[in-house]
């Protein structure tokens, strides 16, 4: 498998909450969320949760091939929530948290799993490509959205945030990656014959208003320009998008994957 990955923090000077990273066999995108100021909540930070995750659940796809995608999610989400557990208080709503997309091979079989706003794309040799999604919290923030925009920067717009994140890990709300290694169960998974595939893209949500934001590019579209132009370019363009709007920057990050079949791989190219 060959990945090309572009990353891009939202501003200058400020950390990137986004992680990805592959493995001969797999690759992985973390969506990393969380509130300024928490600090007192958790003295890591959600860089920091991101990066933890994303490194420890990589470091499962490539031991444990055997376990369920979201089995390895569960046990990488104990992992990171062991590491910090006793440093600051990891079941706060405002406590780091993250969305995750996983892509894996697997005897001729491609694997997803998503969990949160981030978005997986297949490209499929026949047909439209297949966008794995997870809807929930995207309906859910709909609700929250006017008040949030109307409220920036302010006291009220923290309790906005914090009330949207009661919502979290439970019935009826929606689901990532934080304390509760039970919130893997939730994901969306499915599989494919490596065949029908020609490639794949794993996106944050920052990189995926190329689409659903800004709408200037349908996904076939922008797996032709990933084809072509490579994942760099795809956040180059939300990032004039963002400055024509004035609209608050996001953390993008694409990983796009080619050669699921293992033909032409270099040592490299993962």
């Avoid at 717009?157 to 304390?179: C, E, I, M, S, T």
């Amino acid at each position: 498998m060959r990945v090309t990955m572009a990353s891009g923090a939202a501003r200058d000077g400020r950390a990137n909450e986004d992680f990805t990273g592959a493995v001969p066999t797999a690759a992985v995108l973390i969506d990393g969320a969380g509130i300024p100021g928490s600090e007192s909540i958790c003295r890591h930070g959600v860089a920091w949760y991101a990066g933890c995750l994303g490194g420890s659940l990589l470091g499962l796809l490539s031991l444990k091939r055997d376990r369920s995608l979201a089995a390895l999610l569960a046990e990488a989400i104990e992992q990171v929530t062991d590491h910090h557990r006793d440093s600051c208080d990891v079941t706060d709503p405002i406590s780091p948290s993250a969305a995750v997309a996983v892509l894996r091979l697997s005897g001729g079989i491609v694997e997803h799993l998503v969990l949160g706003d981030a978005l997986l794309v297949l490209d499929r040799a026949q047909g439209e490509p297949l966008v794995v999604s997870d809807p929930r919290e995207v309906i859910i923030s709909q609700e929250f959205e006017p008040a949030l925009e109307a409220a920036a920067d302010s006291n009220e717009y923290q309790r906005l945030v914090r009330d949207l994140r009661a919502h979290r890990n439970r019935p009826g709300g929606f689901w990532v990656a934080k304390d509760d290694p039970r919130a893997a169960d939730e994901a969306i998974t499915g599989s494919c014959p490596t065949a029908e595939l020609t490639g794949a893209a794993l996106l944050s949500n920052g990189a995926g208003r190329i689409v659903d934001r800004f709408r200037l590019a349908d996904w076939p579209e922008v797996l032709a320009l990933l084809e072509s132009c490579g994942p760099a370019d795809i956040i180059r363009r939300v990032r004039q998008q963002e400055a024509r709007h004035s609209l608050a920057a996001d953390d993008a990050t694409i990983a796009y994957c080619t050669e699921l079949g293992g033909s032409g791989r270099r040592p490299e190219d993962t």
